[in-house]
Every structure is written in structure tokens, then in C-alpha cells.
């Protein structure tokens, strides 16, 4: 590789940190108050999924990944997502293995995963929105 990947701003890479779980909470908030057809439902997760999940994935594990790798891969819509993904999927799956070991039957399955699948796709946009903020082009 000749030359140095370009890198973000450190104010635009603070809120693209910023941004990321947020989007992420909010998208899996709609979703969840869509399926419960319950607004309020959505506002609780919303609060709650940032305040448990979201910040601390995001510092325990977005902030280290981004800094090991900032040098040696260009950050693209789709590796974002990916670790977008795992970043958000990684908790609520962790936190759902005693009960998805209990599972007796598919539907008992598709409840036990619900959680962890729609993190995983909430990450998913989170870590595109990463992407959009922290490699967005023009003023900073």
C-alpha cells in the first residue's frame, strides 16, 4: 500500500460514534413498538437500549475495533456494517443463550431470537450511519 488511508476528523469521528448507536437504538425502537403496536413500548426501548447497549457496545467495542484497524482497512459502507452488526448483535445474543438453550420448538425459537436478530440489523444501519458521518466529504 503506498500512502496512508485518509482518515475523519476527530470531531466528525466523535459523531459518527454518536450518531451510530443512536440510529441503531431508534430504528430497533420503531420496530420493536411496530410488532408490540405499543409507542410507548418503543420510547422505553429507546431510553433503555442506549443507555444499557448501545453506549457501552459502542465504547467496549466499536472505539477499540475502529483504532485497530483504522490503518489498514478503508472504512466502506459494507465493512462498517458488518461490524456494525456484530457490535450490535453481540450483547443481546450473549444475554439470550441461557434462554435460547431452553428453546422446546421453532416458535419458542424465532421469540428467543427476535431480540438478537433485529440488534443485529439495527447494527447493521448503525454502523452504515458510522460510515455516512464519519466518511462524509466536504466542510467539517
Same mark, same amino acid.
Given at each position: 500500500?503506498?500512502?496512508?488511508?485518509?482518515?475523519?476528523?476527530?470531531?466528525?469521528?466523535?459523531?459518527?460514534?454518536?450518531?451510530?448507536?443512536?440510529?441503531? !437504538?431508534?430504528?430497533?425502537?420503531?420496530?420493536?413498538?411496530?410488532?408490540?403496536? %405499543?409507542?410507548?413500548?418503543?420510547?422505553?426501548?429507546?431510553?433503555? +437500549?442506549?443507555?444499557?447497549? &448501545?453506549?457501552?457496545?459502542?465504547?467496549?467495542?466499536?472505539?477499540?475495533?475502529?483504532?485497530?484497524?483504522?490503518?489498514?482497512?478503508?472504512?466502506?459502507?459494507?465493512?462498517?456494517?458488518?461490524?456494525? &452488526?456484530?457490535?450490535?448483535?453481540?450483547?443481546?445474543?450473549?444475554?439470550?443463550?441461557?434462554?435460547?438453550?431452553?428453546?422446546?420448538?421453532?416458535? %419458542?425459537?424465532?421469540?428467543?431470537?427476535?431480540?438478537?436478530?433485529?440488534?443485529?440489523?439495527? +447494527? &447493521?444501519? +448503525?454502523?452504515?450511519?458510522?460510515?455516512? !458521518?464519519?466518511?462524509?466529504?466536504?466542510?467539517?
Amino acid at each position: 500500500m503506498s500512502g496512508t488511508l485518509p482518515q475523519p476528523s476527530g470531531r466528525r469521528l466523535a459523531a459518527a460514534f454518536v450518531a451510530a448507536p443512536l440510529a441503531a !437504538v431508534l430504528a430497533l425502537a420503531v420496530a420493536m413498538a411496530a410488532v408490540a403496536g %405499543d409507542p410507548q413500548a418503543g420510547v422505553a426501548i429507546a431510553v433503555f +437500549g442506549s443507555v444499557l447497549f &448501545a453506549g457501552p457496545a459502542t465504547l467496549m467495542l466499536g472505539v477499540p475495533l475502529w483504532f485497530a484497524i483504522r490503518h489498514r482497512l478503508r472504512a466502506t459502507a459494507g465493512r462498517c456494517a458488518a461490524a456494525g &452488526a456484530v457490535i450490535g448483535g453481540a450483547p443481546p445474543l450473549l444475554m439470550m443463550l441461557p434462554s435460547i438453550s431452553r428453546v422446546t420448538g421453532p416458535h %419458542d425459537l424465532v421469540g428467543a431470537l427476535f431480540v438478537p436478530v433485529g440488534a443485529v440489523a439495527a +447494527g &447493521a444501519l +448503525g454502523g452504515v450511519v458510522f460510515w455516512a !458521518v464519519a466518511t462524509r466529504r466536504g466542510a467539517a
